[in-house]
Nanobody
Framework: QVQLVESGGGLVQPGGSLRLSCAAS????????MAWYRQAPGKERELVAT???????NYADSVKGRFTISRDNAKNTVYMQMNSLKPEDTAVYYC???????????????WGQGTQVTVSS
């Protein structure tokens, strides 16, 4: 009923940049929050950045000043611009949305399938 489709991952050298996109589609009435998480091999999934409403943002300390999350409400799409990438940023990045579908009594959480980001020389 609801799909989150990520794109933009890939291989980049240290110091490089990537831009991730996540488009939400389906029977969506409104989106409360959108976020990016990541999971590196052998580690737990961690929250990277969140955007609430039109422009309220929060970032993990490890990415502050390097990553920027933004949102296009008309397209139900969230982006994350990642600059000055480091090898420790290597992970599968997942899109997350907390949204209300038509006919639902309360918002629910949805995940994308993930996109691999590898930072290596």
């Amino acid at each position: 009923q609801v799909q989150l489709v990520e794109s933009g991952g890939g291989l980049v050298q240290p110091g490089g940049s990537l831009r991730l996109s996540c488009a939400a589609s389906g029977s969506i009435f409104s989106i409360v929050t959108m976020a990016w998480y990541r999971q590196a091999p052998g580690k737990e999934r961690e929250l990277v950045a969140t955007i609430i409403g039109r422009a309220g943002t929060n970032y993990a300390d490890s990415v502050k000043g390097r990553f920027t999350i933004s949102r296009d409400n008309a397209k139900n799409t969230v982006y994350m611009q990642m600059n000055s990438l480091k090898p420790e940023d290597t992970a599968v990045y997942y899109c997350h949305a907390h949204l209300l579908t038509y006919g639902a009594a309360r918002p629910d959480a949805y995940w994308g399938q993930g996109t691999q980001v590898t930072v290596s020389s």
